[in-house]
């Protein structure tokens, strides 16, 4: 079955406080995105491939659905960076978690104005959280109607991506929104869309709670092509306790997954869930 990249991370590497040199090239990428060699051995330093590297408003996207900003590239902590290479086909999360549990987390879906969404993925957004909620978990998730009440917001996003969200801060909270290409997702209101749709946000809301994908170490697993690996990067690849070491098929958070699939979560899913909230 051909695969297609859905699911992003929207890195944020900047959780430091990055002070960059008058260095020319640094120069450059801060005023005009385009694909240099030097964007190329920036990308290459964080530990991700740089094959089909894709300019966008503010960045680049990289491996399909890998958000770095202008400034994140340009930062000076890469010439230091060394990607981590530990694993085989575990689950993974980053070093930041969610805290102050037990916990609800709020979650608004945008479907009027700017940057909204169909009403009907709704639907989908349900089936995302109740599959959380069922797992009896010290997280709960809430779906809410005011932007101002939600701790995560789903809006709707542009480009060759498909979905892209990031990770929990360094104060504990979920990362604040999840980005989704409705144009190139599509719309319906079968049960088989909505349980692809809701797969997709569901992976989406694990990397807001800190889960990186079940591939990490190789995303050729579930995207094909050349091996991949993703990159420890500044956000941390730490093994949960409990997931195999050998490969997961059915993971809800395999970087990929073909049109129209669905993948609730597995017994290993669980394990990682429960060993984490």
Not at 52 to 71: H, P, R, Y
Not at 182 to 202: K, R, V
Not at 238 to 245: C, E, F, S, V
Request: proline share 4%; charged share 15%; glycine share 10%.
């Amino acid at each position: 079955m051909k695969s297609i990249l859905l699911f992003g991370i929207a890195l944020m590497l900047s959780v430091f406080v990055i002070s960059c040199s008058k260095n020319e090239p640094l120069e450059e990428v801060a005023a005009m995105p385009e694909v240099t060699e030097f964007v190329k051995s920036r990308v290459i330093s964080l530990g991700f491939s740089a094959e089909e590297i894709i300019a966008t408003e503010g960045g680049f996207i990289v491996e399909g659905d890998i958000f770095i900003s202008n400034e994140d590239i340009a930062a000076s902590w890469i010439e230091d960076l060394q990607t981590l290479q530990i694993g085989e086909n575990e689950q993974y999360n980053t070093t930041n978690l969610v805290t102050g549990l037990p916990r609800n987390i709020t979650v608004f879906l945008k479907t009027s104005g700017s940057r909204s969404l169909p009403a009907s993925y709704g639907a989908a957004l349900d089936i995302a959280l109740a599959r959380y909620n069922a797992e009896n978990l010290r997280v709960t998730f809430t779906r809410v109607y005011s932007a101002s009440a939600g701790n995560i917001d789903i809006t709707r996003a542009s480009g060759s991506y498909l979905a892209s969200a990031g990770f929990p801060t360094s104060s504990g909270n979920p990362y604040g929104s999840v980005e989704v290409n409705s144009s190139a997702i599509g719309t319906g209101t079968s049960s088989t869309f909505n349980n692809y749709l809701a797969t997709i946000l569901a992976h989406e809301i694990g990397h807001c709670i800190g889960f990186r994908h079940t591939d990490y170490m190789d995303r050729s697993y579930s995207c094909g092509g050349a091996t991949a690996n993703e990159g420890a990067s500044t956000v941390g690849a730490i093994h949960i306790p409990g997931t195999p070491t050998t490969a997961d098929p059915n993971s809800w958070m395999l970087a990929c997954i073909g049109t129209n699939g669905n993948r609730p979560f597995n017994a290993n899913d669980r394990t990682a869930l429960s060993y984490l909230y």
